[in-house]
């Protein structure tokens, strides 16, 4: 199957600060999509990005579907960023919507 | 963006009985929902996929008579864990998408079952 690599595993960051999560994904993927899993347990769905480039407020994310890779950028980062953020793909061929994890960074921010 | 719902959001049982978990789709029609499984500390892991009116299809070393799954309306779907054990307890989520809208799949709220 597909396999689904984040970096790094944990993040730590200070109020105010920038950061850059990473994911690479070793096949084609027709959908992937960035989550946010709260301390209760749900998933908030951040972005569906399966090529190019969207930026909500203080979140973006830019997937290069022929490099396998997708970036979510967070700026001016809160204390309520933290949580830990999936990554998601659907690989290429497979039922639609059926979605590999990867293993999740999980993100501390401190005030 | 669409809603999920899933209930119960807790629920305690004793090891042999049963427990079923509801998904529904509040404002679309969801043509597949999904079923995963989250350990303590880990990533989400597909169980199984299920189509309206269709038998599930099960992820590799997912039992399918302990796990049952049935997706009878195109807003609905439950799991049922049959003759939970301990090692059963575990945070499930439904998902759901429609072949109807190029959308992404949404999640429900998670389930979290503890077996005593």
């Known amino acids: 199957g597909i396999q689904v690599e984040q970096s790094p595993p944990d993040l730590i960051l200070q109020e105010g600060a920038n950061s850059t999560l990473r994911c690479n994904f070793s096949?084609?993927?027709?959908?992937l999509q960035w989550f946010h899993q709260n301390p209760w347990g749900q998933l908030i769905n951040l972005f569906y990005?399966?090529?190019g480039t969207k930026q909500n407020g203080r979140l973006s994310a830019t997937t290069v579907a022929t490099e396998r890779y997708s970036l979510l950028y967070i700026s001016s980062s809160q204390t309520t960023d933290s949580g830990v953020y999936f990554c998601?793909?659907?690989?290429?061929?497979?039922?639609?919507?059926?979605?590999?994890f990867g293993q999740g960074t999980i993100l501390t921010v401190h005030p | 963006g669409a809603v999920v719902s899933q209930h119960p959001s807790r629920v305690i049982c004793k090891s042999g009985t049963s427990v079923k978990i509801e998904c529904r789709s509040l404002d679309f029609q969801a043509t597949t929902m999904f079923w995963y499984r989250q350990f303590p500390k880990q990533s989400l892991m597909l169980m199984a996929t299920s189509n309206e009116g269709s038998k599930a299809t099960y992820e590799q070393g997912v039992e399918k008579d302990k796990f049952l799954i049935n997706h009878a309306s195109l807003t609905l779907s439950t799991l049922t864990v049959t003759s939970a054990h301990p090692e059963d307890s575990s945070f499930y989520i439904c998902?759901?998408?429609?072949?109807?809208?190029?959308?992404?799949?949404?999640f429900g709220q998670g389930t979290r079952l503890t077996v005593v």
């Open positions: 096949d084609s993927v027709n959908n």
């Open positions: 998902s759901a998408t429609s072949s109807y809208e190029n959308t992404e799949a949404f």
């Open positions: 990005i399966p090529s």
């Open positions: 998601a793909v659907e690989r290429l061929g497979t039922s639609y919507g059926k979605l590999t």
